[in-house]
């Protein structure tokens, strides 16, 4: 995640408010991910996971270290450009 954070594009307070609500939907939408990945990890899913390749991102999505970067970003957006 740290090569990822470093490879994000500078704030722009332009956009600051659509950024937002784009990490708004994104992080629903992981979490939403987060709850597909716990049925994921039965036996035939972890399987089905190792043939597809989806098994790391899945286990990413689980570990909430995705989640917290988007907070971590969210909040640097908001400290930035003043936005609530």
Do not use: F
Request: aromatic letters at 2%.
């Amino acid at each position: 995640m740290a090569d990822t954070a470093q490879k994000t594009h500078p704030v722009s307070c332009a956009t600051a408010e659509g950024d937002l609500r784009a990490i708004a939907s994104e992080k629903k939408h992981a979490q939403d991910q987060q709850l597909e990945s716990v049925a994921a990890l039965t036996p035939a899913g972890a399987l089905l996971g190792l043939v597809t390749g989806t098994e790391n991102k899945r286990l990413s999505m689980l570990s909430g270290d995705y989640v917290k970067a988007l907070d971590e970003r969210a909040a640097e957006i908001k400290s930035t450009c003043g936005v609530q």
